[in-house]
């Protein structure tokens, strides 16, 4: 810790963290950084007891702060869809998802983990060439690539509404906005204007889970 400690021009002397560069004032260093240590630990041995729900393609870390965002991390989560595991096609995951609801859509593509909440479930039209669209609880997230740590977004109120098509049509939309329909489900993307920035993505991703809030 000495050696990370700088002589600043004016007297005061300082510290900047090698990992997150943030400065410390010499006399806080100690408490702070054993506290941030104490933290860390504590949070590690946390995880190690979290039960990870079977089948699912989240980490231990990833699935704690999934829970973390939905405000109680004794939340259980059950993987009841994944594309890779059975099938890409829309009518694949209508099947495995049922009527059940509170639902969370899990995207992995490359670095990037993010996905989409809704309270409600997939609550198809009368016809199956048509479109459902109502409003439920819905935000949007981000496990990893985007920001340091898990991160919820926020949508307007306004925009929280969900656009299920009919087992012919082939496409969910998740908040604002709505597209074509795809012949697999991995076919997707996610857009956020946030406070600091845009949040988006449009591919083809390496998966598609759905978790069912129990």
């Known amino acids: 810790m000495r050696n990370l400690v700088r ?19 010499e006399a806080d260093v100690r408490p702070n950084y054993l506290a941030q240590k104490a933290v860390t630990s504590l949070l590690a041995v946390r995880m190690q007891w979290v039960s990870l729900p079977e089948g699912t393609s989240l980490t231990r870390q990833e699935y704690y702060g999934l829970v973390g965002l939905m405000g109680d991390h004794g939340v259980k989560l059950q993987s009841i869809y994944r594309a890779s595991v059975h ?12 009527d059940k609801r509170g639902l969370v859509f899990v995207v992995p593509k490359g670095k990037f983990k993010y996905g989409a909440f809704i309270s ?21 997230f981000s496990l990893a690539g985007s920001f340091p740590q898990p991160t919820k977004i926020d949508i ?59």
């Open 7 to 25: 002589h600043h021009p004016y007297g005061r002397r300082a510290a900047k963290c090698s990992e997150c560069r943030v400065e410390t004032a």
């Open 156 to 214: 307007d109120r306004e925009k929280q509404y969900v656009y299920v098509a009919g087992r012919e049509g082939g496409c969910l939309s998740l908040g604002h906005g709505c597209d074509k329909p795809t012949a697999d489900i991995r076919a997707c993307g996610q857009h956020c204007r946030m406070t600091a920035g845009a949040v988006g993505y449009h591919a083809i991703a390496d998966d598609l889970e759905v978790l069912h809030v129990l």
């Open 87 to 98: 099938g890409t096609t829309y009518g694949d995951m209508l099947r495995c998802v049922g």
């Open 120 to 140: 409600a479930g997939l609550e198809l039209p009368d016809d199956p060439t048509d479109w459902n669209a109502y409003d439920c609880d819905l935000w949007h």
